[in-house]
T-cell receptor, first 118, second 118 residues
Framework: AQTVTQSQPEMSVQEAETVTLSCTYDTSESDYYLFWYKQPPSRQMILVIRQEAYKQQNATENRFSVNFQKAAKSFSLKISDSQLGDAAMYFCAYRSSKLNTGGFKTIFGAGTRLFVKA | KAGVTQTPRYLIKTRGQQVTLSCSPISGHRSVSWYQQTPGQGLQFLFEYFSETQRNKGNFPGRFSGRQFSNSRSEMNVSTLELGDSALYLC?????????????????FGPGTRLTVL
């Protein structure tokens, strides 16, 4: 079964600085998707960035980028020029790309709470 | 395009009662998933529906059930409520058919229904 591990329960960053959130996962599949979701205090979960496992190029979305290391099964999120609005819970998630015995459920990590200091 | 909507947003019930939660996906999305979020267990997958068929189910007791209608709207029902059922219930919609896999597969979440069982 797939697992997703976020080893940092909390992180703190100074406004305008850069922070990296860690995520590792375990799977025997070769084709899958990885996501970072953000859940602000308002509780609405929003997609930050996604990565297809077959793509070697790391995904980027404005100030958000990932470091995808497939062999190491690592998928970290880098937030550059941190803003106060980035304060939230961040979830790393894994999803199969095709039906298998585990089905299509998305596996979420426990989350990392990010604090941004002014 | 309107996002995923969930009703009601807040609900208070007592032990032994039953509850029905509703989710309307993004227009055009035919896949709907349900998750339970608690501080202790994090985000746990409940079930996923596509075209009125349950595609996958998580490890929850039979008191938790769901269904999807022809217009893709979904309902989740919990019978014989227990104190431990208190949680934020999140619904997410996705464009692609999970059995087809492939491009996309990212999920768009609703604001959630906060269920409190007294």
């Amino acid at each position: 079964a797939q697992t997703v591990t976020q080893s940092q329960p909390e992180m703190s960053v100074q406004e305008a600085e850069t922070v990296t959130l860690s995520c590792t996962y375990d799977t025997s599949e070769s084709d899958y998707y990885l996501f970072w979701y953000k859940q602000p205090p308002s509780r609405q979960m929003i997609l930050v960035i996604r990565q297809e496992a077959y793509k070697q190029q790391n995904a980027t979305e404005n100030r958000f980028s990932v470091n995808f290391q497939k062999a190491a099964k690592s998928f970290s999120l880098k937030i550059s020029d941190s803003q106060l609005g980035d304060a939230a819970m961040y979830f790393c998630a894994y999803r199969s790309s095709k039906l298998n015995t585990g089905g299509f459920k998305t596996i979420f990590g426990a989350g990392t709470r990010l604090f941004v200091k002014a | 395009k309107a996002g995923v909507t969930q009703t009601p947003r807040y609900l208070i019930k007592t032990r032994g009662q039953q509850v029905t939660l509703s989710c309307s996906p993004i227009s055009g999305h035919r896949s709907v998933s349900w998750y339970q979020q608690t501080p202790g267990q994090g985000l746990q997958f409940l079930f996923e529906y596509f075209s009125e068929t349950q595609r996958n189910k998580g490890n929850f007791p039979g008191r938790f059930s769901g269904r999807q209608f022809s217009n893709s709207r979904s309902e989740m029902n919990v019978s014989t409520l227990e104190l431990g059922d208190s949680a934020l219930y999140l619904c997410a919609s996705s464009l692609v058919d999970p059995l087809a896999g492939g491009v996309g597969n990212e999920q768009f979440f609703g604001p959630g229904t906060r269920l409190t069982v007294l």
